[in-house]
C-alpha cells in the first residue's frame, strides 16, 4: 500500500507548488476575525456583560472559544472518532487515503479519509464543501492541497480549535460553544465524557435520529474509556442513548438573556437606526452602552424582592428607570420583573399608563411662575363640585378627608386632589395641557379632552417621559431627550427652557420638604431619606398604577408598580408601593457621596411668613393654620403674612365678641364640619388607616363625645370611620351639650393599623 501513497504524495506537492490555493487559503487570525456570533453582546459603560441577544436567526453560532477553554474530554473524543492520526499527518492521511480507494475497488465499507483539517479546509472555502450527491474529484483534490497548505502554515492547535469553532452538529447550531450551551447548559471547558462523546457523534451524523446519534456516541464513549486504559465493559450504551435523547430536547440556548433585555432591544434597535458598527472581539459582536452593571443588578434584586413582598397585595410587575441629569443617559432600565411577570415581554418602561398625582409639580410650578400662585399661597381643600360640559366634576382627596385651608406647598406635599385642581382652574386646562407637552409628554388627545381632571394624571404617559420630565425640574425648568444608549453616539444635551427656573427650583424644595407630606404620609415616611432628595407619588383610579419619581442633585429615578394586565392592586399606596424601590436606589446612587441641595437661582428669595385666621376688623389676632417658617419666592410675589378674614377649613365668621379660646367661646362652642346627617362612605380601595373623618369646631377648648363617650379634646379631631350610626356631641368641662350633630358611617369596619 506504501507504493500507492508515494505517487499520490508527490503528485499533491507538485500541485500545491503550482496552484493558486497556495495563496488564498486564509491565515488563523484571518479566520478568527471573520468569525461572527448569532449573537450581539450589550455591554455596560463598565464593559460589563448585560445581555447576550440573538440578532442572526439564520444560524445559531456562539463566541469564538480557545482550545484552551475546551475540555479535555472533548478534544480527545473528537480525535478518535474523526482523526485517529491528526497529530501525525500533515494535513493528508495517506494511508487512510489508500485504504479507502481500495474498499472503494472492492466495494468494501471502510472508516473514510477525510481528516479534520480536510473537513476544516471545507468549511474555510464553500466550493470544497459536501454536497447532498458527495464530492467530485475536482473538489476532493482541492480540499486535499487546501488541507496540505493549512498544515504547513498553521499549527495543530490552530487547526483543531478553529474547526471546533466552525463545525456544523445539528440543525442551526454550528460550534462547540452553541451545541455546549444549548444541549448541556454549559461552557465548553465543562464538557464531561459522556458529553463529549454526544457532541463527536453529531459531527459524523448532525441530523440523524438521537437512537442512531446515541449509539454512536456509545462507540466514541467505549474508544475514550479503552484509550484511558478504563474497561469498556463499564459503558452502559442504553444509558447513553437516552441521555442523548433527552439532550437533544433542550433549547437552554435562550433568544436572550441577561439582566437588561427591554434595554437591550432599544440599544439594537438605535444601533441599526444609526448605522453604527458594533466593536468586534473574536468574532463576537459588542454594544457599549451607558447602563451601568452594578446599579442595573441592583435594581433587578431591589424590585424582584420588592414585589415578592406585595405578592399578597396582587401585585406583579413594576419598572425601574435612572436617568443622568446633566446628560440624560439612561443608567439602569428594569423593563418588567421578568419570571414573577405575566407579560415580561412588555417594556413597562414604555408602555402608557395612568400617572396620578405626579403631575401635579408640573400644575403648581406653572402657577408659580405665571404668580398665579406663591409656595406659600393659601387654597382651599374642601369639597368642591365644579361644571363642566359633561356634569359636574367632584374631585376627591386620596383619604377621603379634607383639610381645610391649607398652603400650596402642603397641597402638594401632601397631594391634595381639591386644591390642585382649583390650580388648574386658574391656570387654565389648555395651558397647562401645552406645559406638559413641552416637558416631552405628548398625549394623543387634547386638553379639553381630560378636562379638570388633567390635573389629577387621567391621560396615559409612558415612564421614561415622565421620569424624564422631573429630569427638566431637577435642571432648573430645562428640557432636553433622553441621551441615546450607545456610546458611541451619545451627544450632548440640546436644553430648551420650558419651566421658569425659579418655579422649577421652588417646585423642588417643597418636594423635599418631609414636614409637607406629614398630613398625608406621617412623620417617618419613607420618602424622607438620609441627603436631599425631592420626590412625588401618585396612584391612578382604582390603584392599578403607583408610581415614585424624584430627584437628586445627579440622579433622577422614576418606579412604576401594577400588572400589565390593568389589574387592580389591594390596598397599595404610594408609600407602599413605589415609594421604598425608589428610596433604595436613591440609597445605592448616593451611598459614596450624600446629594446636596441646590442653589436658589437668581430671583428667588426667603423670608418669613405666617399664617393665620383674622376675625373680621381685627387683622392682627386670630390663631395660625400653619406654623411660621421661611418660605421662597419669585421677585415680586413675596409676602409676610397669609391669613384669612373670618374664614378657615370652612369655618364660618366668628362674631368679634368672641375669640376661639376664651370663656364665651367654651360657653358658645359649635360643630363646624361635618354638618348634621353627613352620610360617610368607607372605600375598600383605600388603605384603611388613611380614611379618616375631620371633625372640626370653633373653639380650641372643645371636647368630642361620641355615643356617649369623650374621645378627643381641641378644635380638630380625625376619627377612623366605623360603620353604623353615631352621635357626636360637643361638651364644656362639666359635661354640659353644646351642640350635637348625628352621621352615619357604610362599608366595612376598618381597623387602625399597628406601628
Known amino acids: 500500500m506504501q507504493r500507492w501513497t508515494n505517487p499520490l504524495r508527490a503528485l499533491a506537492v507538485v500541485w500545491l507548488a503550482h496552484s493558486p490555493l497556495a495563496y488564498a487559503v486564509p491565515s488563523f487570525a484571518e479566520v478568527q476575525q471573520d468569525f461572527k456570533s448569532s449573537e450581539t453582546r450589550v455591554l455596560s459603560r463598565e464593559g460589563e456583560l448585560l445581555q447576550r441577544v440573538r440578532t442572526d436567526s439564520s444560524v445559531r453560532r456562539g463566541d469564538w472559544v480557545p482550545l484552551t477553554e475546551v475540555s479535555a ?243 406583579q410587575d413594576g419598572a425601574i428607570l435612572v436617568l443622568d441629569n446633566a446628560t440624560g443617559q439612561v443608567l439602569a432600565w428594569i423593563g418588567s420583573s421578568g419570571a414573577l411577570s405575566q407579560a415580561d415581554e412588555v417594556d413597562a418602561v414604555l408602555a402608557p399608563r395612568q400617572p396620578g398625582s405626579t403631575l401635579k409639580p408640573f400644575l403648581y410650578g406653572q402657577a408659580i411662575a405665571e404668580h398665579k400662585l406663591t409656595a406659600a399661597s393659601l387654597i382651599e381643600d374642601s369639597p368642591a363640585r365644579i361644571p363642566t360640559a359633561s356634569g359636574l366634576y367632584i374631585p376627591q382627596n386620596y383619604d377621603r378627608s379634607f383639610k381645610g385651608w391649607v398652603s400650596v406647598r402642603t397641597a402638594l406635599g401632601a397631594s391634595l386632589n381639591v386644591p390642585a385642581v382649583r390650580t388648574l382652574v386658574m391656570v387654565g386646562v389648555d395651558d397647562f395641557f401645552d406645559q406638559l407637552n413641552h416637558l416631552g409628554m405628548p398625549m394623543r388627545e387634547s386638553g379639553s379632552y381630560f378636562g379638570y381632571s388633567l390635573a389629577l394624571g387621567s391621560p396615559e404617559i409612558p415612564l421614561l417621559q415622565l421620569t424624564n420630565a422631573y429630569r427638566a425640574l431637577a435642571n432648573g425648568g430645562r428640557y432636553s431627550a433622553v441621551a441615546p444608549s450607545i456610546t458611541a453616539v451619545a451627544t450632548k444635551p440640546q436644553y430648551q427652557q420650558v419651566m421658569d427656573a425659579g418655579a422649577a427650583f421652588i417646585v423642588g424644595d417643597m418636594l423635599a420638604d418631609n414636614n409637607a407630606r406629614v398630613r398625608t404620609f406621617g412623620t417617618s415616611s419613607v420618602l424622607g431619606t438620609r441627603s436631599w432628595t425631592a420626590v412625588k407619588t401618585g396612584t391612578s383610579k382604582d390603584m392599578r398604577d403607583n408610581w415614585a419619581i424624584g430627584w437628586s442633585d445627579r440622579y433622577t429615578v422614576g418606579v412604576w408598580v401594577g400588572n400589565a394586565s390593568g389589574a387592580a392592586m389591594h390596598s397599595v399606596s404610594g408609600t407602599s408601593g413605589a415609594a421604598p424601590m425608589w428610596a433604595a436606589m436613591m440609597g445605592f446612587l448616593h451611598r459614596d457621596r450624600p446629594s446636596r441641595a441646590p442653589q436658589a437661582p437668581a430671583g428667588v428669595a426667603v423670608q418669613w411668613v405666617d399664617f393665620g385666621v383674622a376675625p373680621e376688623g381685627q387683622p392682627g389676632a386670630g390663631f395660625a393654620l400653619e406654623a411660621r417658617r421661611q418660605e421662597w419666592f419669585l421677585a415680586g410675589t413675596a409676602q409676610k403674612r397669609f391669613a384669612l378674614d373670618g374664614q378657615a377649613s370652612g369655618l364660618d365668621e366668628l362674631p368679634a365678641s368672641r375669640q376661639p379660646g376664651d370663656a364665651q367661646a367654651s360657653t358658645l362652642a359649635r360643630i363646624v364640619a361635618p354638618a348634621n346627617g353627613t352620610i360617610v362612605a368607607v372605600d375598600p380601595d383605600i388603605p384603611p388607616d388613611r380614611q379618616r373623618l375631620q371633625f372640626v369646631a370653633d373653639s380650641a377648648s372643645a371636647r368630642w363625645r361620641m355615643d356617649g363617650k369623650e374621645v378627643a379634646r381641641g378644635a380638630r379631631w380625625a376619627w377612623l370611620p366605623w360603620p353604623g350610626r353615631h352621635q357626636v356631641e360637643l361638651v364644656n368641662a362639666k359635661g354640659e351639650v353644646l351642640d350635637s350633630i348625628r352621621l352615619e358611617v357604610r362599608g366595612a369596619g376598618v381597623k387602625q393599623s399597628r406601628r
Open 73 to 315: 474530554a472533548l478534544r480527545t473524543a473528537m480525535v478518535l472518532s474523526e482523526d485517529r492520526r491528526f497529530f501525525e499527518h500533515s494535513g493528508v492521511d495517506w494511508a487512510a487515503v489508500t485504504a479507502a480507494a481500495w474498499g472503494n475497488l472492492w466495494n468494501q465499507r471502510t472508516r473514510g479519509a477525510s481528516t479534520i483539517t480536510m473537513q476544516l479546509a471545507g468549511l474555510l472555502d464553500g466550493d470544497w464543501r459536501r454536497s447532498s450527491g458527495g464530492r467530485s474529484v475536482v473538489q476532493k483534490a482541492g480540499q486535499t492541497v487546501a488541507a496540505q497548505v493549512l498544515d504547513r502554515r498553521w499549527s495543530k492547535t490552530q487547526i483543531l480549535e478553529a474547526y471546533l469553532n466552525l463545525v456544523p452538529f445539528r440543525g442551526e447550531m454550528v460550534g462547540i460553544d452553541a451545541l455546549s450551551r444549548t444541549l448541556f447548559d454549559k461552557a465548553p471547558h465543562g464538557l464531561d465524557d459522556r458529553e463529549a462523546a454526544v457532541a463527536a457523534a453529531l459531527v459524523r451524523a448532525p441530523n440523524a435520529r438521537p437512537v442512531q446519534v446515541g449509539q454512536r456516541a456509545c462507540g466514541v464513549l467505549k474508544d475514550m474509556r479503552a484509550g484511558a486504559g478504563v474497561g469498556v465493559g463499564s459503558v452502559d450504551c442504553d444509558a447513553v442513548v437516552f441521555f442523548t435523547e433527552v439532550a437533544l430536547k433542550k433549547r437552554a440556548f435562550e433568544a436572550s438573556n441577561g439582566i437588561a433585555p427591554h434595554f437591550s432591544r432599544i440599544a439594537l434597535r438605535e444601533q441599526r437606526d444609526t448605522k453604527v458598527a458594533a466593536s468586534r472581539l473574536q468574532g463576537v459582536a459588542s454594544l457599549r452602552t451607558t447602563v451601568s452593571a452594578p446599579l442595573q443588578r441592583f435594581a433587578v434584586d431591589t424590585l424582584n424582592q420588592h414585589l415578592q413582598e406585595l405578592r399578597t397585595s396582587n401585585v
